[in-house]
């Protein structure tokens, strides 16, 4: 089945210092989807990547769809402490029914003030 | 956030006794979800539907059941619970499969 993984599992970084998690499926995606858990928190839907090769922007925060829609990046840019969380992908493989999405295992960020 | 409902939000049970949670969506939303959150295994799909009494399996759906009666009600139950099952279970909802998923603040389930 589909597989979607997500690099490093853990980021320690000084505020300040910028940040990014990769995250690469084993299919192609029909979308990407980016989702932000608070420590105790659920987690909080970030942006969604349709297009080959969409960046989007939201402050902060730079998102990449990959060219082959396999493979996706969050970059923080100047990270705060407000920044810390577990940051999840998730997407729909074309081939599989198109009602679920797989999540990557997360890539949790802590930042030190 | 969503109007999403999940009840109860934190249970201890004893493991072979059959448990239910509930999720309630004020979203009209045509999909839910029940996810289940481990350490070290991120967020897995249990069961979800795509309609009343429309409902498919995920990666993780052995030992559970669900069912939609109505568009705004997905209960997941545990028939026999197990150590194994001891997780914070999450209900999602999405208007579109595949697409933006809003979940509910989570119900923490112990089985001893």
């Known amino acids: 089945g589909q597989q979607v993984m997500q690099i490093p599992q853990y980021q320690h970084v000084q505020e300040g210092e910028d940040f990014t998690t990769y995250c690469n499926s084993s299919?192609?995606?029909?979308?990407i989807q980016w989702y932000k858990q608070r420590p105790g928190g659920h987690p909080v839907f970030l942006i969604q990547?349709?297009?080959?090769?969409e960046v989007k922007k939201q402050k902060r925060l730079t998102f990449q769809f990959g060219e082959a829609k396999k493979n996706s990046s969050l970059h923080i840019t100047a990270t705060q402490t407000t920044d810390v969380g577990t940051y999840f992908c998730?997407?729909?493989?074309?081939?599989?029914?198109?009602?679920?999405?797989?999540f990557g295992d997360g890539t949790t960020l802590t930042v030190k003030p | 956030d969503a109007g999403i409902t999940q009840s109860p939000r934190h249970k201890v049970t004893e493991t072979g006794t059959p448990v239910t949670l509930r999720c309630h969506q004020t979203e009209n939303h045509r999909y839910m979800y029940w996810y289940r959150q481990d350490p070290g295994h991120g967020l897995r799909l249990i069961h979800y539907s795509y309609g009343v009494k429309d409902t498919d399996k995920g990666e993780v759906s052995d030992g559970y059941s669900v069912s939609r009666s109505k568009t705004e009600d997905f209960l997941l139950t545990l028939e026999s619970a197990t150590s194994s099952q001891t997780s914070v279970y999450f209900c999602?909802?999405?208007?579109?499969?595949?697409?933006?998923?809003?979940f509910g603040e989570g119900s923490w389930l112990t089985v001893v």
């Open positions: 990547l349709v297009k080959s090769g």
């Open positions: 998730a997407g729909p493989s074309y081939n599989t029914n198109a009602g679920k999405s797989t």
């Open positions: 299919t192609t995606l029909s979308n």
């Open positions: 999602a909802i999405s208007e579109i499969g595949g697409n933006t998923i809003y």
